[in-house]
């Protein structure tokens, strides 16, 4: 599924259409269940008439052979239609999953703007499993629609009265029941939507658990995420009152009509237009129908909750991209000279900058936004407004931008740690040299983490480098995970290296040791530190100053903060 102009709609479609063979398999052997549960009733009814009213034991030995081979059929043909339904209903689930994930994923990015991260996994977890439930309710509808028909062809050879009530009186039912799903459907919109914005809260809340606590502000975030839980029970709990308001209004419905079939059935048989028999099997008939109508109410009920879900899935599928154009793969051997010209975005005010080949150079700011306007420039997450930035004198803009990021990393400082080893966190899964749970890691990996002093936190820990750093890295301190998050930065090993902040929250020994180390790891090739930290800008080539979104001033750390008040303000102060 692609970007561009796509609806609830089309979502819907493509679910389906992806699981046509196993709709239509499951479809066939539950017409078959259908088609044997209304012949129940009616083989009853001619037992009556033909067996037990006539006392003729054979015949009773036949039609009783006849429904136990006829209760086989219809419970192996439900079995496999449900199987078959059920696993189309997960297979687009899955596959919507896939889609979305791989949008979210994509390097051009855009979809995670204006979004909480827990927003983005509810819409590919619950949207997705109830469009993919679309499938098993089409399933199901279309075995309801075959168990109508049946009965209905059923009941006009018993009676034409009963017959014309049935198929005159469903399309009805159907109708209203279309009606009375509206108002679910959008509740049920609304119940996703704030059920989406508290996941996000909720997971933003854990994610900065120690910052909180740090701050004193836990009663705040508590305070805050009350409010955004109890907003979105008040939109479940009225998307249940909707469901349920449907369903009963649906059932009552349905309930009349089956009465009213069993009471006409009844006057035929009083006066005499129905023998025993057939009045058995038509009062038999109108209590299968229910079954086959309360499905028609409960897929109602899905198909109403599954559009308002695929609304949500098209959404974000649909998003422009944050970065457009760029398909020319980067030149090999990259030199990695950056160069920038007039850029402007955010705290840049056309911006002319030269970041030289296979220098460490120190970038330090004024302004705080300066730095990540500059960081979202050169990782190429944001094109910039105007001005232009280039890569060995080609424009970003030109490339790729995959494979851009594959020769410039932007290392940010906040950046997250997956749940698994230590090793695992460091070393890319397809150049792990041994399992991350147990072994010697390689020697770029051991280089890497003993320039990011991250060796030091693998031997602080019970298992070393195989110990579990639990999700987002949680059971490690903060200046730990900053150690990991350099380690894994210097041992990608790209041919420019951006990296923002990286010893916020390390000691000043510790900072000054992987300062050196980074210095030597990175040796000949191209290295920005964006930082204000003394220790890092003082192992720099050259250090250049960002002043009110332009460059400020350029030299050393040392000439600089001997001559440039505004440096030793920045850096210094």
């Given at each position: 599924m692609g970007a561009g102009e796509l609806s609830g709609r089309d979502v819907l479609a493509r679910s389906v259409k992806g699981q046509r063979r196993r709709l239509a398999l499951g479809s066939a052997l539950g017409c078959v269940h259908q088609l044997g549960e209304a012949l129940v009733p009616v083989l009853i009814g001619v037992v009556i008439d033909q067996a037990v009213a006539g006392q003729d034991a054979g015949r009773l030995a036949l039609w009783l052979g006849v429904l136990a081979v006829l209760y086989v059929t219809l419970s192996w043909s439900f079995r496999l239609g449900a199987k078959a339904g059920e696993r189309g209903a997960e297979e687009a689930a899955h596959t919507l999953r896939l889609a979305i994930v791989g949008r979210v994923l994509d390097a051009r990015g855009g979809a995670e703007e204006g979004r909480l991260p827990g927003e983005l996994?509810?819409?590919?977890?619950?949207d997705a499993k109830r469009v993919g439930a679309v499938n098993m309710a089409l399933m199901a509808g279309i075995w309801a629609v075959a168990g109508v028909a049946v009965s209905a062809v059923a009941l006009l050879l018993t009676s034409v009265t009963l017959g014309l009530i049935v198929l005159l009186g469903t399309p009805v039912l159907l109708w209203l029941g279309h009606l009375l799903s509206k108002p679910l459907e959008r509740r049920s919109e609304a119940e996703q939507d704030r059920a989406a914005h508290a996941s996000g809260v909720a997971a933003d809340l854990v994610a900065g658990l120690r910052v909180l606590k740090g701050l004193g502000a836990q009663q705040a975030a508590v305070e805050r995420y009350r409010r955004t839980s109890r907003i979105s029970l008040a939109a479940t709990l009225r998307s249940a009152?909707?469901?349920?308001?449907?369903?009963?209004?649906?059932?009552?419905?349905?309930?009349?009509?089956?009465?009213?079939?069993?009471?006409?059935?009844?006057?035929?048989?009083?006066?005499?237009?129905?023998?025993?028999?057939q009045l058995v099997s038509a009062v038999g008939l109108a209590l299968f129908l229910l079954g086959p109508l309360e499905t028609f109410a409960w897929v109602n009920a899905e198909l109403a909750q599954g559009r308002a879900s695929a609304a949500r899935v098209a959404e974000v599928l649909a998003i422009g991209p944050a970065v457009v154009g760029g398909v020319d793969p980067v030149a090999e051997p990259v030199r990695g000279e950056l160069r920038l010209r007039g850029v402007r975005l955010g705290g840049l005010d056309g911006l002319d900058l030269d970041l030289p080949v296979g220098q460490l150079t120190g970038i330090a700011v004024t302004d705080p936004a300066g730095a990540e306007a500059l960081l979202r420039c050169l990782g190429r997450e944001t094109d910039p407004e105007s001005g232009s930035v280039e890569l060995d004198g080609v424009p970003l803009t030109r490339l790729d931008p995959a494979g851009l990021r594959a020769a410039v990393l932007v290392a940010a400082h906040d950046a997250a740690l997956f749940e698994g080893s230590l090793a695992a966190n460091v070393t890319p899964e397809e150049e792990w040299g041994v399992p991350p749970e147990g072994g010697e890691p390689d020697l770029r990996t051991e280089l890497a983490m003993a320039a990011a002093r991250a060796?030091?936190?693998?031997?602080?820990?019970?298992?070393?480098?195989?110990?579990?750093?639990?999700?987002?890295?949680?059971?490690?301190?903060?200046?730990?995970?900053?150690?990991?998050?350099?380690?894994?930065?210097?041992?990608?090993?790209?041919?420019?290296?951006?990296?923002?902040?990286?010893?916020?929250?390390?000691?000043?020994?510790?900072?000054?040791?992987?300062?050196?180390?980074?210095?030597?790891?990175?040796?000949?090739?191209?290295?920005?530190?964006?930082?204000?930290?003394?220790?890092?800008?003082?192992?720099?080539?050259?250090?250049?100053?960002?002043?009110?979104?332009?460059?400020?001033?350029?030299?050393?750390?040392?000439?600089?903060?001997?001559?440039?008040?505004?440096?030793?303000?920045?850096?210094?102060?």
């Open positions: 996994a509810n819409v590919a977890t619950e009152r909707a469901e349920s308001w449907q369903t009963g209004l649906v059932l009552a419905l349905t309930g009349g009509f089956i009465a009213l079939i069993a009471l006409v059935g009844g006057r035929l048989a009083l006066n005499g237009s129905l023998t025993l028999g060796d030091e936190v693998a031997d602080s820990l019970p298992h070393g480098i195989a110990t579990s750093v639990g999700e987002g890295g949680r059971s490690l301190s903060g200046g730990q995970r900053q150690r990991v998050l350099l380690a894994r930065a210097l041992r990608a090993g790209p041919p420019v290296l951006v990296v923002h902040d990286p010893t916020t929250a390390v000691d000043t020994v510790t900072e000054a040791r992987i300062a050196d180390g980074l210095r030597e790891f990175r040796q000949g090739r191209t290295t920005i530190v964006v930082t204000n930290s003394p220790a890092l800008l003082a192992v720099t080539d050259h250090v250049i100053l960002l002043d009110a979104g332009r460059v400020g001033a350029e030299g050393t750390h040392a000439d600089l903060v001997r001559t440039d008040a505004t440096y030793r303000t920045a850096v210094l102060a």
